[in-house]
């Protein structure tokens, strides 16, 4: 048999058939459902008289809309709430389980479905949001689709698909401290940009992936497809089966062994061949710092905001002149002297406990900067939240000045009443920086959740090597 | 869903590269739970000044008066990147815009689009060049062909394109793609009771409530 890398061993053990044109037809084992992505598709399965193929492959819960305080009374935005009230009465109506806006595991999709052992090593999984790719990190075929494709797989349990190529990220070394996932995978989207991974589905390896975390992983996975690939994935390992043993719907028992026994051949053959392969040394880099509105105009936090008459070609120049007017930055600034309004410590990307633990541990016994307006810090889950809790974090937050909510998608893309004012400079660890993303005129500037706690105590971004508060 | 064969119209040239769906509609006018209505809000932060419905930016080039009524978009290099939702295709849609050129689109808002019954060219980065130097003073009239795969601009160029197989046949025809699917429904049983034996782990209670 020819050598196949992971994503060829996952596409191979879904494809059900395949057309002559190259289009496979692929089983999806889980589906995940949100408030925006799935109303159209739940009124088109109304609207042909069509039922659900397998209701227990579905989750649903809410999460861009709701609100991050105290939820008793209600959702104050009238289309927010149609939103959420629409999902609920859909799911009640179609028997699809959900996670409500008051059940305790209620949070972020792409963070409750880990969490409860939903996503397991060797699934596909799907839902209508193209952070979807986070799930990769345990093993998974994991990607975002739109909305037709959602009633799809309600319809069908399927997906028509092409095979993307293959591309493997290799990481060598290991990050030195301070520098974080979050660090490693936007400088990585630095190295490709963000169309770097297009048509491709990206396999992380290599000593320097080993050594993250499983929620590590996820956040390197999440950011995939801000270098353009639908699907990133880390071949499941120790660590791996570490993280989801005694998950309520991870397998138990005898199940639990020879689910082990199969996770353990996902993992590409030594000889398998990518179509394009990229390393990077993870021991050399420092804290990453976006400086534009693409993912992909990232920097060092020692480096200085760059000149666009130094731009490569006139596409990036034009698209660099457009960011620096929009950012409301000069050519040659510091990075670390950039002063920010606002810090937001949450999204899919770094909202899980390990990302609370690396900020409260640069908050412990400071205060936020005077001229920082608001810092937010948003659990992914209901869960994330009680842990935090229960550790003590959230007073480590409050008597920073910090705000410590109720678990959501939160100022990460502003659905809810999160978000920034026009002008307004905000440091944070979601994973996008486009024009108007936290808000209309808001400016974003992504980084890790350390170096977002550092920068709402400092008031601007700070080395973390070199700072000490 | 319309079926797509041919289409003659202006372009309307959107010399940008990296245009994400935030930017093709903005998150606040995601919570609709209908698919129609999004056109006006195309564009919304570059197209009116102050947010204001009223207030159309001069400067914005969907604002051009003498493009008003063009169904084809030409843009840059990785268009549509960023989010997975289909409002991005629903707004183009609702605009009006039924195909669009560029010399990169970004995946899943190229599928999305081709659900949508939205035509994608991708062409080389000089063809595209030329087509927006011959836009950008007047209007460049076109002409598609689908069945063809073919592009004929009114200066007297033609360019052949590619398309896959299937989103040709689903444009020229307009075909819903669950019931194409639904023909091979005994497949799909088939191939889920083999995989419920072998991995019984990922099948589980619903629980409600």
């Known amino acids: ?118 996503t397991l090593p060797g699934m596909t999984v799907v839902c209508g949001d193209s952070h979807t790719a986070t799930h990769g990190a345990l093993g998974a075929l994991a990607f975002g689709i739109g909305t037709t494709e ?56 290599g000593p320097g992936i080993e050594a993250l975390s499983v929620e590590g992983r996820m956040t390197v996975c999440n950011m995939a497809i801000e270098a353009g690939a639908r699907s990133g994935m880390v071949a499941p390992d120790a660590k791996t089966f570490a993280y989801l043993q005694g998950r309520p719907h991870a397998p138990q028992g005898d199940d639990w062994e020879r689910a082990v026994a199969f996770w353990q051949t996902l993992h590409s053959d030594s000889d398998a061949q990518f179509d394009r392969e990229i390393r990077i040394d993870a021991s050399q880099l420092l804290p990453q710092v976006t400086w534009g509105t693409s993912p992909e105009m990232v920097l060092s936090v020692d480096a200085k905001v760059p000149d666009p008459a130094a731009a490569p070609d006139p596409v990036r120049r034009e698209a660099w002149t457009r960011a620096l007017e929009y950012m409301g930055l000069q050519a040659g600034t510091p990075i670390s002297e950039i002063a920010v309004d606002k810090v937001f410590i ?30 937010l810090v948003v659990p992914g889950s209901g869960l994330v939240k009680a842990q935090a809790e229960a550790e003590g974090l959230d007073e480590i937050f409050r008597q920073a000045g910090f705000e410590w909510r109720e678990p959501g998608c939160s100022m990460c893309l502003a659905m809810n009443a999160d978000r920034l004012e026009p002008g307004e400079r905000c440091a944070a660890t979601s994973n996008r920086n486009f024009e108007g993303r936290q808000g209309a005129g808001g400016r974003t500037h992504l980084v890790s959740p350390a170096m977002a706690a550092a920068a709402a105590i400092a008031g601007h971004f700070v080395d973390l090597r070199r700072w000490h508060g | 869903m319309q079926a797509f064969t041919t289409l003659d119209s202006a372009v309307i040239p ?99 689009c081709v659900q949508n ?28 062909d689908l069945a063809a795969q073919e592009l004929h601009s009114a200066d007297g160029q033609h360019y052949s394109f590619d398309i896959a ?45």
């Open chain 1, 346 to 375: 949450g999204s899919c990307t770094n909202a899980r406990i390990e990302d609370l633990r690396a900020a409260a541990e640069i908050v412990r016994g400071k205060r936020k900067a005077d001229s920082v307006k608001a810092v």
């Open chain 2, 165 to 209: 197989p299937g989103a040709k046949h689903k444009l020229l025809n307009g075909l819903d793609d669950i019931q194409m699917t639904l023909a091979h429904a005994d497949a799909i049983r088939a191939f889920e009771a083999e995989r419920r034996r072998q991995m019984p782990w990922l099948f589980r209670e619903v629980q409600h409530g």
């Open chain 1, 150 to 205: 959602v009633e799809h797989v309600l319809a069908t349990q399927c997906l028509w698909a092409r095979k993307s190529k293959n591309m493997r990220v290799w990481v060598d070394g290991t990050l030195p401290q301070g520098v974080t996932a979050k660090d490693l995978v936007l400088a990585i989207i630095g190295q490709i940009g963000t169309a770097g991974g297009t048509g491709h589905a990206i396999e992380f390896a």
């Open chain 1, 1 to 118: 048999m020819t050598a196949q890398t992971l994503y060829d061993k996952l596409w191979e053990q879904h494809r059900i058939l395949s057309e002559e044109d190259g289009r496979t037809l692929l089983y999806i084992d889980r589906h995940l459902l949100h408030e925006v992505t799935s109303p159209q598709a739940f009124s088109g399965l109304r609207a042909a008289g069509r039922k659900l193929w397998r209701v227990d492959a579905n989750i649903a819960t809410a999460d861009h809309n709701v609100p991050t305080t105290d939820r008793a009374a209600g959702i104050a935005d009238a289309t927010s709430r149609l939103q959420v009230e629409t999902l609920d009465r859909n799911c009640a109506e179609f028997g699809v389980e959900e996670y409500g806006m008051l059940d305790r595991r209620q949070g972020i999709v792409h963070v409750i479905a880990p969490e409860q052992g939903l």
């Open chain 2, 14 to 112: 959107l010399d940008r590269a990296n245009v994400d769906t935030d930017a093709i509609i903005p998150k606040q006018f995601l919570k609709t739970i209908e698919r129609q209505g999004l056109g006006q809000f195309l564009f919304f932060d570059w197209r009116y000044r102050d947010g204001d419905l009223s207030d159309p930016n001069p400067d914005f080039v969907l604002n051009r008066v003498d493009l008003q009524g063009a169904q084809v978009l030409l843009a840059q290099q990785n268009f549509g990147c960023g989010s997975s939702r289909e409002h991005a295709p629903w707004a183009l849609a609702d605009y009006g815009i039924r195909a669009a050129i560029a010399p990169s689109f970004a995946d899943i808002f190229a599928n999305n």
């Open chain 2, 117 to 144: 019954g939205i035509l994608l060219i991708t062409l080389q980065q000089e063809t595209i060049d030329t087509l927006f130097l011959a836009a950008r003073a007047a209007p460049l009239q076109v002409h598609i």
